[in-house]
C-alpha cells in the first residue's frame, strides 16, 4: 500500500466509478481498476461494490476511505511545509545588531519582513560588533547589521543598507543650543563623551578625522556606559556627545540634538548586513531581498 493506492480509492469513492477517477487523475481505468484491486487483495476485504451503474463503497470501503482522506491531507500539509521551509517562507532567522544601536529603519524592514513571512521566527541577539561578527563567521547569527564601510565585514557577504545622520547631543544650557545645526569646528575644544560600546569606537574615528590634527587632540573619554547613561552625562554638563539620529530621548532629560555637519553638508552614516557566503539558510535569501526593497 502507498499514498498512489489511497488517492486512487478517493477518488473512485467521489466519483463513484473507476473510469471517471481515471478521468480526475488523469490515469487510464484499467490501472485505476487493478490498483484497487491489488490493495482489496492486499487487505483481505472489498472496499467497493462493482457494477455496470459504477462502483460504491462497502462499509469496509466507508471506514477506509475516513482514514485514508486523513493520511492524505496530513500528507498535503507535510509537503506544504517542507516546501515554504525550502523555499524560506517558514523556519528561522536570527539577526544581530548592536546592543547599543538603535534604528528605527532597520526595526521597521524587520517588521515588514515578519508581516510577510509570519511562519518565519524572527529571534534578535543584541552584541557588540566583535561578537556579531564571531556570531555571523560561527554560524550562529544568520545576519549582522552593523554601522561602517565594507571593509569591516571581510571574509564575509555584505549590503549596504540606509544610513543615520549624526547629532550631537548637548546640554540644553549649552552655548550652541540656539544653534540649528553644528559644525566641527564649532565643537573645537569641547570634551567628548563616547561609549565603549559600539558604534562607540566608529563615532571616536569620526571625531579624530575631524578633529585632529599633529598639534592638537580632541578631548575624548570613552566610558564604559550605555547611551542612556551617556546622555545623563551629558545633561550634567560633563561634555557633549555625537549620536546617531534614530535615538529616542525622553522629556525633560536635559539634552538636546543638534544636526553635526561638515563643509559637504550633513554627515551620515552606513549601515551594513553583513552574512557568511556558505551561509545556506533558505530564509536568509527573502530577507535579503527585503532589505533591498525597503527604502
Known amino acids: 500500500m502507498d499514498l498512489?493506492?489511497?488517492?486512487?480509492?478517493?477518488?473512485?469513492?467521489?466519483?463513484?466509478?473507476?473510469?471517471?477517477?481515471?478521468?480526475?487523475?488523469?490515469?487510464?481505468?484499467?490501472?485505476i481498476?487493478?490498483?484497487?484491486?491489488?490493495?482489496?487483495d492486499e487487505l483481505g476485504v472489498f472496499l467497493f461494490d462493482r457494477s455496470t451503474a459504477g462502483a460504491r463503497l462497502t462499509p469496509a470501503g466507508e471506514e477506509f476511505v475516513v482514514s485514508a482522506r486523513r493520511i492524505i491531507d496530513a500528507f498535503q500539509r507535510l509537503s506544504e511545509r517542507a516546501k515554504a521551509s525550502g523555499a524560506g517562507k517558514s523556519g528561522r532567522i536570527v539577526v544581530g545588531f548592536y546592543k547599543s544601536m538603535?534604528?528605527?529603519?532597520?526595526?521597521?524592514?524587520?517588521?515588514?519582513f515578519r508581516r510577510k513571512f509570519p511562519d518565519v521566527e524572527v529571534e534578535l541577539m543584541e552584541a557588540s560588533h566583535i561578537d556579531l561578527k564571531a556570531g555571523v563567521m560561527s554560524g550562529t547569527i544568520d545576519l549582522a547589521?552593523?554601522?561602517?564601510e565594507k571593509g569591516r565585514t571581510e571574509q564575509l557577504d555584505s549590503m549596504p543598507l540606509s544610513s543615520a545622520q549624526l547629532v550631537v547631543a548637548l546640554p540644553e544650557d549649552h552655548a550652541l543650543a540656539e544653534k540649528t545645526t553644528i559644525?566641527?569646528?564649532?565643537?573645537?575644544?569641547?570634551?567628548?563623551?563616547?561609549?565603549?560600546?559600539?558604534?562607540?569606537?566608529?563615532i571616536r574615528n569620526i571625531i579624530l578625522r575631524h578633529l585632529a590634527a599633529p598639534s592638537d587632540q580632541p578631548d575624548i573619554a570613552m566610558r564604559q556606559l550605555s547611551r542612556d547613561s551617556i546622555l545623563s552625562e551629558v545633561a550634567s554638563?560633563?561634555?557633549v556627545s555625537?549620536?546617531?539620529?534614530?535615538?529616542?530621548?525622553?522629556a525633560g532629560q536635559g539634552v538636546i540634538l543638534r544636526p553635526l555637519h561638515d563643509g559637504n553638508g550633513g554627515i551620515r552614516l552606513g549601515y551594513l548586513a553583513c552574512w557568511r557566503p556558505d551561509?545556506?539558510?533558505?530564509?536568509?535569501?527573502?530577507?535579503?531581498?527585503?532589505?533591498?526593497?525597503?527604502?
Open 4 to 31: 498512489r493506492h489511497l488517492r486512487y480509492v478517493v477518488a473512485a469513492a467521489r466519483n463513484k466509478s473507476f473510469s471517471a477517477a481515471g478521468h480526475e487523475l488523469n490515469v487510464r481505468q484499467p490501472i
Open 33 to 40: 481498476s487493478k490498483r484497487i484491486r491489488e490493495l482489496e
Open 102 to 112: 538603535s534604528s528605527d529603519s532597520s526595526r521597521a524592514r524587520l517588521k515588514t
Open 145 to 148: 547589521i552593523v554601522l561602517g
Open 183 to 202: 559644525y566641527w569646528s564649532d565643537l573645537k575644544g569641547e570634551r567628548f563623551l563616547v561609549s565603549q560600546d559600539d558604534p562607540g569606537p566608529d
Open 237 to 239: 554638563g560633563q561634555g
Open 242 to 250: 555625537p549620536q546617531c539620529e534614530g535615538a529616542q530621548f525622553g
Open 279 to 295: 551561509n545556506s539558510n533558505p530564509v536568509l535569501s527573502n530577507l535579503l531581498e527585503n532589505l533591498r526593497c525597503v527604502d
